[in-house]
């Protein structure tokens, strides 16, 4: 493993603590209100399930200007206001490292991993430092999948809003499906546990000056885990904790998918044969929607859309074939209450944007970022099509749009091996 990029007193620290058990990394930028009760939360695990396990927090701050740090160092496990006494059998330590000035998850989580090698942590567990109400049975059922039942990767399941998390849904879900052959929902978890060996194993691969894949690190260690033979599982976990802050639409598909476009680069030769799909080990409900309005933003959406399309017309027709560039063109002239992207072309919409990415057609935060006023009209399309679906109604929708990604792979193949590096 390469240390260099570790800080020498960052070193002594993980030293003087020696080896542990469990290790919980909380990344933080700018998290003064919130990272104190993620702390308590991390250290209330020692009051219960690891009441006996050495465990160590290790904080991976990019460049925090509040006073984030000096909370994770400084602040005693409090209760109502007040300070108070851990009762944990064994001594609790906290670490806190700078890695970078300015934040970035992908080097927060190399750090979390690099820490976790030197301590031989057999568990890990990452959590974010802008979690509102963090709650410590959250990182406890996910550390116990790891540690006492021998999973090398656990993710979270949450429950939802009908309409919550559609990013997730209706492409990173399917998508991510069809290509490794698993249903695992939560592809860019912002909480999940590994073990010491998954760590040692990622810390090994040659990615981390990859800019573009630290981009969706998170993406990247879910399908290293499920393609490289690890044991992996996912877990219920209720309502999806809330950040005190999220990214914005383009930093979030830059992120996660353009981390998966990324990620399928390197592990072409488990895709591209694969065929069916399985399920995956998982611990209570696999899914859980509430019955709760859809936003109110479908007119927005829908003028960006168009917009988009307008304004990117160039680069669309290098990125789409011709057939799908004049559908996406068409829909576009439909009035607000007839506007409908159907299923198999938000499909090859998709395919055809991965197989661009691979080929190199443009630059690819630009082609990444071409795709945001698509999935804008997909979701447009997709809201105006079950403002009034059940739960039920709304799983039954996800599982055929699944179906369909899985039924259009052999067309992704056909253009990931064009061999026009011009137009695929």
């Known amino acids: 493993m390469e240390e260099t990029f570790l800080s020498d007193e960052f070193i002594r620290q993980l030293m003087s603590v020696g080896e542990v058990d469990l290790l919980v990394g909380i990344s933080s930028h700018n998290n003064a209100k919130t990272i104190g009760q993620v702390v308590q939360a991390a250290e209330e695990i020692s009051l219960g399930a690891f009441r006996r396990e050495r465990v160590v927090i290790v904080n991976a701050d990019g460049g925090s200007t509040d006073s984030t740090r000096e909370i994770v160092l400084g602040l005693a496990a409090t209760s109502n206001g007040g300070t108070r006494e851990v009762g944990s059998l064994r001594t609790l330590h906290r670490i806190a490292t700078r890695y970078a000035d300015a934040p970035s998850s992908g080097r927060a989580l190399h750090t979390i991993l690099a820490a976790a090698e030197l301590l031989r942590a057999k568990a890990c567990v990452v959590v974010s430092g802008a979690i509102e109400e963090m709650q410590p049975a959250l990182i406890e059922r996910l550390l116990q999948h790891v540690y006492r039942e021998n ?8 429950s939802r809003s009908k309409f919550d998390g559609l990013l997730t849904r209706t492409l990173l879900y399917p998508l991510n499906r069809a290509l490794y052959g698993y249903r695992l ?7 999940f546990a590994f073990s010491g060996r998954l760590a040692s194993q990622c810390l090994s691969r040659r990615v981390w000056q990859d800019e573009l894949l630290l ?17 992996f599982c996912q877990s219920f976990l209720g309502p999806r904790p809330v950040l005190g802050s999220s990214p914005d639409l383009v930093t979030a598909v830059r992120q996660t998918v353009g981390g998966l476009f ?6 072409e030769s488990f895709w591209i044969d694969r065929t069916g799909c399985e399920a995956v080990p998982s611990f209570g409900p696999e899914h859980e929607l509430s019955d709760k309005p859809a936003p109110g933003d479908r007119e927005i959406a829908l003028e960006r859309y168009r917009n988009g399309v307008n304004e990117l017309s160039e680069m669309l027709a290098i990125i789409l ?5 004049r559908e996406i063109r068409q829909i576009a002239s439909l009035q607000d209450a007839d506007f409908r992207m159907e299923d198999a072309l938000w499909v090859k919409v998709v395919y055809e944007f991965a197989a661009s990415c691979h080929l190199g ?4 935060d630009h082609l990444i970022q071409a795709l945001v006023p698509i999935y804008r009209g997909w979701i ?3 809201l105006l099509q079950h403002l009034q679906s059940t739960p039920e109604e709304l799983e039954a929708a996800t599982e055929s749009l699944c179906l369909e990604f899985e039924r259009q792979k052999p067309y992704l193949i ?9 137009k695929p």
Do not use: I
Request: hydrophobic share 35%; aromatic share 14%; with cysteine.
């Open 414 to 422: 056909e253009r990931w091996k064009a061999k026009e590096r011009g």
């Open 215 to 231: 981009q969706g690190a998170e993406v990247w260690m879910t399908v290293t885990a499920v393609t490289s033979g690890f044991r």
């Open 151 to 158: 999973f090398d990767y656990a993710v979270p399941l949450y």
């Open 262 to 267: 990324r990620c399928m680069e390197s592990t």
């Open 361 to 364: 057609v443009l630059n690819r």
């Open 185 to 191: 929902r939560e592809l860019h978890a912002q909480e």
């Open 321 to 325: 074939q011709e057939e799908t560039f």
């Open 380 to 382: 447009a399309s997709f």
